[in-house]
Nanobody, 115 residues
């Protein structure tokens, strides 16, 4: 299983970024996918989850209405569209999946929101 994030960077407050996570090594369309983030000095937290078929999504209260998780099962990719970014969104963002009891993480993508 391999998860590779891309799309991070530096953005001004109020701006937008789209993260991508390319998956390989498993049947992507069979598994829910999640985005987590970890800010400096803080614990890793769940940001958003999408079910295997993409029909149901869930979000942390802190990002509801600003972030959108989606997936393209034909491309084995999950996305996180981030709008109206705030400085407190600054973190390393990770995609995650589970197969049975085993958890798989990507290497992370740095998102920095600063003027």
């Amino acid at each position: 299983v391999q998860l590779v994030e891309s799309g991070g960077g530096l953005v001004q407050p109020g701006g937008s970024l789209r993260l991508s996570c390319a998956a390989s090594g498993f049947t992507f369309s069979n598994y829910a996918m999640s985005w987590y983030r970890q800010a400096p000095g803080k614990e890793r937290e769940l940001v958003a989850t999408v079910t295997a078929a993409g029909g149901t999504t869930n979000y942390a209260d802190s990002v509801k209405g600003r972030f959108t998780i989606s997936r393209d099962n034909a491309k084995n990719t999950v996305y996180l569209q981030m709008n109206s970014l705030k400085p407190e969104d600054t973190a390393v963002y990770y995609c995650r999946t589970m197969r049975g009891f085993k958890v798989y993480w990507g290497q992370g993508a740095q998102v920095t929101v600063s003027s």
